[in-house]
């Protein structure tokens, strides 16, 4: 069981992204603003999709990094801490996903 968690990620992508564009991938994406940071993000979750929907094991753990990574890089540019989503996720154990869904539909 490996050690590395989203938190250290979180780290690692604060500390890169103050590095220079053209020495990490992370600066670089930083410094492209978050248009086009989230339009990576998009490609990469599209790029998710086809692997699960392939059956592709492999595939769909090498994009599900590429995933996590640019969701990572996504949350620093728009200053929202890792820890914002632990939160939200913990207050939604308190319910079922579709209770949760049933609260939301029109009367
Ligand atoms: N986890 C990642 C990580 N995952 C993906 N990537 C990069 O994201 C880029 C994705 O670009 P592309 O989609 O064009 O590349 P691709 O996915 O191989 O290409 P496709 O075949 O899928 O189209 C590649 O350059 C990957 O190297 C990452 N870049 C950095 N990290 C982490 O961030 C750290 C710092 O990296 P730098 O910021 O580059 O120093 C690294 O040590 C890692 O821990």
């Given at each position: ?6 938190t ?6 604060a ?14 994406l930083?410094?492209?603003g978050?248009?086009k ?8 979750a599209?790029e ?5 929907i392939?059956?592709d ?6 994009e599900?990094a590429?995933?996590l990574?640019h969701l ?9 801490p890792?820890?914002?989503v632990?939160?939200?996720?913990q207050?939604?154990?308190?319910q079922t996903g ?10």
């Amino acid at each position: 069981m490996t050690e590395f968690t989203l938190t250290d990620l979180e780290s690692i992508v604060a500390r890169r992204a103050t590095a220079r564009p053209d020495e990490s991938w992370t600066a670089k994406l930083v410094a492209g603003g978050q248009q086009k940071a989230a339009k990576k993000l998009g490609e990469e979750a599209v790029e998710t999709v086809i692997a699960a929907i392939k059956d592709d094991r492999e595939n769909l753990v090498y994009e599900s990094a590429d995933l996590l990574y640019h969701l990572m890089v996504v949350l620093k540019i728009a200053d929202i801490p890792l820890e914002a989503v632990m939160q939200e996720l913990q207050r939604r154990t308190a319910q079922t996903g579709l209770s949760e869904k049933a609260s939301r539909q029109d009367p």
